[in-house]
């Protein structure tokens, strides 16, 4: 029996082939594993937290870089949105099985749901997209009441360079299809929980 092929489009710091590797735990990623495309019918968002006081087993929280202090902030991640006028690009690659389990847990903000029909080039399987949770959005939503809600700098530099890679018309793309893009930055270290 044949197993499914499935696809992932990465929107944030996915497209960054070096995090690509590491996130798929794999020794090496060649230039075939993935392709640059569209997706349809999306905008990008910066509005997906986590709260950043709460240890949850296997995740992570960050440290102040200059002060070594974990504040008290709820650090914000890339999300996307339906929006029928629009469309972002990104980075399609195929992924195994295990793989995917492993995707699903990495993600544990996001819900994955099926944009097969979005992407702007054919494949021979299902693509799948991360989506943030409402709890995650919510969490978000509180935390910029409060003005606790920050971008980790090294990420949003990363995702900009990342899609800088791809061109600078991939850049500004970028920069056009994601809102709230003037969160307060700040310099963070991410911090793995065991």
Not at 2 to 7: C, D, E, I, L, R
Not at 31 to 40: A, V
Not at 182 to 188: A, T
Request: net charge positive.
């Amino acid at each position: 029996m044949k197993q499914s092929t499935h696809y992932i489009f990465g929107y944030g710091s996915l497209v960054d082939i070096k995090s690509l590797k590491v996130f798929l735990v794999r020794e090496r990623v060649n230039s075939d594993d993935w392709q640059f495309c569209r997706l349809s019918s999306y905008r990008r968002i910066w509005n997906v937290a986590m709260d950043n006081q709460v240890d949850l087993p296997g995740y992570k929280y960050y440290i102040d870089t200059e002060t070594q202090i974990r504040p008290d902030v709820s650090v914000t991640f890339l999300n996307v949105y339906l929006q029928s006028e629009s469309s972002i690009d990104g980075l399609l690659f195929q992924v195994y099985p295990n793989e995917l389990k492993h995707v699903d847990r990495r993600e544990r903000n996001y819900s994955r749901i099926d944009v097969s029909d979005k992407v702007n080039i054919a494949v021979d399987g299902k693509v799948w997209l991360y989506c943030g949770l409402p709890k995650s959005v919510e969490r978000y939503e509180k935390a910029y009441k409060e003005n606790k809600a920050v971008i980790a700098k090294n990420y949003s530099e990363l995702v900009f360079d990342a899609f800088k890679t791809h061109g600078q018309d991939a850049a500004s793309y970028y920069m056009e299809t994601t809102d709230n893009k003037n969160l307060l930055q700040k310099e963070l270290k991410l911090i793995k929980i065991i």
